[in-house]
């Protein structure tokens, strides 16, 4: 009976995964794995850990340009609110999904051009652990709810939060780095 349990269980899973989240497209598949960008011949020869010099930050630093999401996002918000049917509020729910997304991923890629090679590994790997969880979390989310596009709204709310947490982490790092 445990067993037949048991495979039920992840029949369920493996459905889910393959049909479960259909109103909530890309953000919630697994992206690919970032590469660390290789270091320089003269940083890799510095000691671990020690801090770049101004002539080594990445160019990316001297550009005066970046996105603002923030803006997108609360309109999307707002219009998720006027929304009528569940579908209508799923697919504005799916577009903010991808902005909170994309404003992770915007800040993790900038984290690591600040981290030596061997803090860039750790935190790509620390990063693909959390977005397992973070899938994990959308999962449960889902599970809660019989009517299918009320679970598909609950596992895409469960992503934008787990996301807004794993931002704050990111940002409590990053005022941990000096740069000099």
Same mark, same amino acid.
């Given at each position: 009976?445990?067993?037949? /349990?048991? *495979?039920? !269980?992840?029949?369920?899973?493996?459905? %889910?995964? #393959?049909?479960?989240?259909? +109103? &909530?497209?890309?953000?919630?598949?697994?992206?690919?794995?970032?590469?660390?960008?290789?270091?320089?011949?003269?940083?890799?020869?510095?000691?671990?850990?020690?801090?770049?010099?101004?002539?080594?930050?990445?160019?990316?630093?001297?550009?005066?340009?970046?996105?603002?999401?923030?803006?997108?996002?609360?309109?999307?918000?707002?219009?998720?609110?006027?929304?009528?049917?569940?579908?209508?509020?799923?697919?504005? /729910?799916? *577009?903010? !999904?991808?902005?909170?997304?994309?404003? %992770?991923? #915007?800040?993790?890629?900038? +984290? &690591?051009?600040?981290?030596?090679?061997?803090?860039?590994?750790?935190?790509?790997?620390?990063?693909?652990?959390?977005?397992?969880?973070?899938?994990?979390?959308?999962?449960?989310?889902?599970?809660?709810?019989?009517?299918?596009?009320?679970?598909?709204?609950?596992?895409?709310?469960?992503?934008?939060?787990?996301?807004?947490?794993?931002?704050?982490?990111?940002?409590?790092?990053?005022?941990?780095?000096?740069?000099?």
């Amino acid at each position: 009976m445990t067993a037949r /349990l048991g *495979s039920a !269980a992840a029949c369920l899973l493996f459905s %889910l995964t #393959l049909a479960g989240c259909q +109103t &909530l497209p890309m953000p919630f598949a697994k992206p690919a794995e970032p590469t660390p960008t290789p270091m320089p011949k003269e940083e890799a020869s510095a000691a671990p850990g020690a801090p770049r010099a101004a002539d080594t930050l990445p160019a990316s630093a001297d550009l005066n340009w970046e996105p603002k999401l923030d803006q997108p996002i609360a309109q999307l918000e707002a219009q998720m609110q006027l929304e009528e049917s569940q579908m209508a509020k799923n697919h504005t /729910l799916s *577009s903010i !999904a991808y902005l909170w997304d994309a404003r %992770l991923y #915007l800040l993790f890629q900038d +984290t &690591l051009d600040y981290l030596p090679e061997q803090a860039q590994r750790h935190e790509v790997e620390l990063q693909n652990r959390w977005l397992d969880q973070r899938a994990e979390a959308m999962t449960r989310a889902f599970l809660n709810d019989k009517d299918g596009e009320v679970a598909r709204f609950a596992a895409g709310q469960a992503f934008i939060d787990e996301t807004r947490k794993r931002i704050e982490e990111l940002e409590q790092l990053r005022e941990l780095i000096v740069i000099e």
